[in-house]
């Protein structure tokens, strides 16, 4: 079921980046070219959702770290 929804996704995500094939000036860190428009929109939101991920792991990370130091201070007599 779930690789039944992921490639409809998959399918549509393709239609999207087909249907805004239009150029745009994109300009990033002093680099610049032009890019189609679906495939920007496409690399912005894979970033973005890079960050976020980035940002959870070091989240989770953190508060692990504290329930581990919790864990060993009451342990402790």
Sequence with gaps: MATGVALV???LLIVFILQNSTKVDVQ???MSGTIPLGMALFIAAV???VVVAIAGVARV???RMSARRIRHSTSSP
């Design 9 to 11: 996704l998959l399918i």
């Design 61 to 63: 990370t953190q508060l």
């Design 28 to 30: 990033f860190l002093g």
């Design 47 to 49: 970033a973005g959702g």
